[in-house]
């Protein structure tokens, strides 16, 4: 059949003879089950210990012993639930402690001795001060110690102690009923504000009287996402739970005891800068990521536990944190190098190969330059000392601090004849220009073969020439005007004129030019491409990444490319199925020197669908109109088909057995053979016995017991359940035998 497929499994009746009786069918299954009894007495200290003054600080935590301790008492029996802050018929006589001594907290609860059940229970808040923006991971061991004590041994006096994490929030501002003893079989459940799986810490059952301990330690973040410090607060409950008796009393107490492993690491950054200041580390655990700070002009070397030495106390992210960690790590630095270039500038350097007119030597950041050379000089120079420039500058004696990590040249100055200085000093420019294009300038001057003559151009404020700074390029070397940014600069030029025979100079400073740059508009060189969109989601061009694509700026020689993003002029729009073109905008990154520039991009819709309902093997999507059709499903669902026959009562008038005996399936169910039409179409189903023993036969019957002779039409969505029933005494005594087989047969519907 064209498009029907058919789910099915073929089984075989199967029969067992038993010894002793005329009966067959199958053994018997046993089911166990489980009895838990638990014994269980706490006593639970629950205290944060104090560091000593050795030691490192820990956490900023705090307790409250504030709060109820609250009792419960039902008379009786169990109660089934009992209502978080409320008080049944019996009086209630247990007690609570809680006190603190130093950073430890100790809280004791005791049932008191009652012929009722019985619960105490007492709150305990753990405050942790948290630095804004900053998570604290606090490591908390849960130390549960208990006494259970009873006047006889019966199995159903029991105990349950147990700590339980109640969140952000105490239970008194839960809704939460609160089951503090629930039975259930032989297992007593204790819940406070959830399930036992999401709340315990430490929980303990117990039936005899023994004492018992049990600890558990658990992390729990304590988050501050505000810019200011915080006071961040987290719930814990002890209690402990008696059962009833009649003519028996019991008694629980228990202590709990809580020590954080959790402490805090301040890190100082030795001269330097640091984030995040201080750090929360877990005793037995790593260090984790640590911190990198900065200082300019140092090489960072590690953190130390000593401010200065101890190259042997490094400490590292793989560290594991000691019993006794250090409450400071400190930042170490090794100060960077520098080349310092000694230039004589016309005179010589005395060294112990000879006289040179440069000489190199290593400083150190942050360190005095020490010994500078005292150069010389034929023809009547006297030395002035070491600056920064050749002309000009800033003088340097071995007294002066290095303050550069860069290479730099020190010039010695030299005293004789004065310059002249220059005249006729005039510098001409373009008024107006484009970002990134070359434009005309041109500095004219007067001079005579004594003198050489050096230009260094200044940019500066206005016209008037004030706040005049030398245009240098990334190597600190004077240049010209390059490439200015938008906007309108002020430029100048200090003509300087230096005497051939002793080099001594003088300078004259040009007119303040003045030129005005646009920004530059960028050219599209390479589209962006778009992703394609699904007209199924409703998607407008935001869904749509656009990706790839280049601008240039064409007015630099050569062009060079443009940093920025495409995104789509209008996000909101949802193109239709198919191939457009949209506008894109590409956004220099630059918005100071480029303007905005338009172009378009093709995009394609598709559509994922959206389909309706099924109706003759056929779906429409309520989008774009696509049809999808499918294929009919059946499922077919087999019962066991394993039979015992029983004969009835033996007549020794007729030497034979009367009526009561006959076949019947070996579990409840196991008869049934079930038929679901899952598809999109009617099918036709018909169910066929074959015999195997001659002796038994079969037939099918429906859920009304009326038999099935011919084919059944099944609706879409329809199921037909059958029952295979057996008739005909056995020609012989069978064990796990094949006595026939059932077949399904489905063709499509009319």
């Known amino acids: 059949m064209d498009g029907l497929y058919c789910h099915y499994t073929r089984y075989s009746a199967v029969v067992k003879t038993l010894r002793g009786a005329r009966k067959w069918g199958f053994s018997t299954l046993t089911r166990w089950k489980r009895i838990l009894c638990l014994a269980l007495c706490l006593c639970v200290l629950c205290g944060i210990a104090v560091a000593d003054a ?28 009992v209502t978080y802050g409320t008080k049944t018929s019996a009086a209630a006589a247990g007690s609570g402690t809680a006190a603190l001594s130093g950073r430890s907290i100790s809280v004791g609860l005791d049932t008191g001795d009652s012929k009722n059940f019985k619960l105490c229970y007492k709150e305990i808040p753990v405050t942790v001060t948290v630095p804004a923006n900053t998570t ?49 079989g032989n297992t007593i459940k204790t819940t406070i504000g959830g399930s036992d799986a999401n709340t315990n810490i430490v929980q303990i059952t117990m039936d005899d009287a023994t004492t018992v301990s049990r600890s558990a330690t658990k992390s729990f973040d304590f988050v501050n ?27 629980a107490t228990a202590k709990c005891t809580v020590t954080p492993a959790s402490y805090l690491v301040t890190f100082d950054p030795n001269g330097g800068r640091v984030s995040p200041t201080s750090t929360a580390v877990t005793i037995g655990k790593k260090y984790g990521p640590l911190p990198t700070p900065n200082r300019y002009g140092y090489n960072f070397d590690g953190w130390y536990t000593e401010k200065i030495g101890g190259k042997d106390k490094e400490v590292t992210e793989t560290d594991v944190v000691g019993t006794n960690p250090p409450t400071t790590l400190y930042a170490h630095w090794t100060a960077k190098k520098c080349l310092v270039a000694l230039d004589a500038n016309g005179g ?82 373009d008024k107006t220009s484009v970002y990134g294009a070359e434009f005309s300038r041109r500095v004219s001057s007067a001079s005579t073969n004594d003198y050489t003559t050096t230009y260094t151009w200044y940019a500066c404020d ?40 002793n080099g001594l100079q003088a300078s004259t400073k040009s007119n303040v030019a003045c030129i005005t740059v646009t920004k530059a508009t960028p050219t599209i060189s390479t589209k962006p491409t778009a992703a394609t969109l699904d007209l199924a989601k409703g998607n407008t061009l935001a869904a749509s990444t656009l990706t790839g694509g280049t601008a240039k700026n064409n007015n630099a020689r050569p062009s060079i490319n443009v940093a920025g993003r495409f995104v789509w002029k209008d996000a909101t729009v949802k193109p239709p199925l198919g191939w457009g073109q949209y506008a894109v905008v590409f956004q220099p990154n630059d918005t100071a020197n480029y303007e905005p520039t338009e172009t378009t991009v093709r995009v394609q819709v598709t559509c994922s669908h959206k389909f309706g309902a099924w109706s003759a093997g056929r779906r429409t999507c309520t989008v774009c109109g696509e049809v999808e059709t499918r294929y009919n499903t059946v499922t077919i669902t087999w019962g066991e088909l394993a039979y015992t026959y029983t004969d009835g009562a033996w007549n020794p008038a007729t030497h034979d057995y009367d009526i009561g005996g006959g076949w019947a399936p070996n579990r409840k169910d196991g008869d049934v053979i079930t038929v679901q039409n899952e598809g999109a179409n009617e099918v036709r189903v018909q169910f066929q016995y074959t015999q195997t023993n001659t002796a038994i036969s079969g037939s099918f019957a429906n859920s009304e017991g009326h038999g099935i002779y011919s084919a059944i039409e099944m609706p879409v969505s329809g199921t037909q359940t059958v029952r295979l029933c057996l008739t005909g005494r056995p020609d012989k005594a069978l064990n796990n035998a094949k006595i026939g087989s059932v077949t399904v047969r489905l063709e499509r519907g009319y």
Do not use: C
């Open 348 to 429: 010589k350097i005395d060294t112990t190969s000879g006289q040179v007119n440069t000489k190199n030597y290593t400083a150190t950041y942050g360190s005095k330059y020490n010994f500078l050379p005292t150069p010389i000089r034929t023809g009547g120079y006297n030395f002035d000392g070491w600056y920064t420039e050749k002309t000009g500058g800033t003088k340097v004696t071995s007294d002066t601090t290095v303050t550069t990590t860069k290479t730099h040249i020190l010039y010695a100055h030299w005293s004789l004849t004065p310059a002249k200085a220059p005249t006729n000093v005039v510098l001409t420019m």
């Open 225 to 251: 996402t505000t810019g200011k410090t915080k006071d961040i607060t987290k719930y814990f409950g002890v209690w402990i739970a008696g059962n009833y008796g009649k003519t028996y009393s019991n008694q």
């Open 462 to 501: 206005d016209e008037d020439g004030k706040n005049g700074k030398p245009l240098t390029d990334e190597n600190g070397n004077p240049t010209d005007p390059k490439n200015p940014t938008a906007g309108t600069h002020y430029y100048y030029v200090m003509v300087t004129a230096t005497r051939k025979d």
């Open 54 to 81: 050795s030691a490192a600080s820990p956490l900023p935590i705090t307790f409250s012993t504030t709060g109820n301790v609250y009792q419960y008492a039902v008379k009786g029996k169990d109660p089934d639930t």
């Open 136 to 184: 604290y991971t606090v490591a908390l061991k849960f130390e549960l110690k208990g006494t259970y004590t009873r006047s006889n041994r019966k199995a159903t006096a029991k105990a349950s102690f147990q700590v339980v994490y109640l969140g952000d929030a105490s239970a008194a501002e839960k809704t939460t009923v609160f089951y503090p003893y629930k039975t259930s």
